[in-house]
Each structure stands twice: as C-alpha cells, then as structure tokens.
C-alpha cells in the first residue's frame, strides 16, 4: 500500500448522554465520514489520499471535527455539506478552507 499524501481523520467519537464533554458522534459525524467515503470515490483519491474514522480528538463541542495530516489543519462543525469543498480545496486544490479552519486557541 503506498503512503498517503494525506490522511484526514473525522472524529467519530460517541459518549453517553449527557456526558460532560459531548461527542462528534452527537452531531452526527458519521455522516460526514460517509460524505468523505463518497467524495474520495468521485474524485478517485483512494490510491493519492486516505481517510479513517477515529475516536477524540480535542475540540468535543464544535465536533465534527476533521483532522488532515501532515499539515495537522482541524477543521470544525463539519457538516456532509462541507467535505466536497474540503476535498476539492484542500486535498486536491492544496489550500486550506479557512471558514471552517480551527481558531488558533483552539488547535
Ligand atoms: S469527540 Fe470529537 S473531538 Fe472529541
């Protein structure tokens, strides 16, 4: 399997109800993973790029997040919506999406 040349991480992290510190999972992330999973197929990015569901990865309360390395660029409050913009702009286009980019604060 080649390297990718980035690899996003969309925090599909679930918690209980009413845990203090929320989850993507709560807004619905798992839509987004599977709006990654159909722009990667359209735009033929499997052998180029890689995406993966994970578990935390900070920010619970602006979740979805969204996680691209090497550059470690979060994107927050990701809707299905957004992912076709970041695939274009982002994994092909090379620049970032800066509406949705983490504050520094932040990330
Ligand atoms: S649960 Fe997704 S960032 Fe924490």
Not at 96 to 104: Q, S, Y
């Amino acid at each position: 399997m080649p390297r990718p040349e980035k690899h996003v991480f969309v925090c599909t992290q679930s918690r209980p109800q009413g845990h203090p510190r929320g989850s993507c999972s709560q807004f619905n992330s798992s839509e987004v993973m599977d709006a990654f999973m159909l722009a990667f197929q359209d735009h033929d990015l499997w052998g180029k790029h890689k995406v993966s569901a994970s578990g935390c990865v900070g920010p619970c309360f602006t979740g979805p997040s969204v996680l691209i390395y090497p550059e470690s660029t979060m994107y927050l409050k990701v809707t299905p919506d957004d992912v076709r913009e970041i695939v274009e702009k982002h994994l092909i286009g090379g620049e970032v999406v800066e509406r949705l980019k983490a504050p520094d604060d932040i990330w």
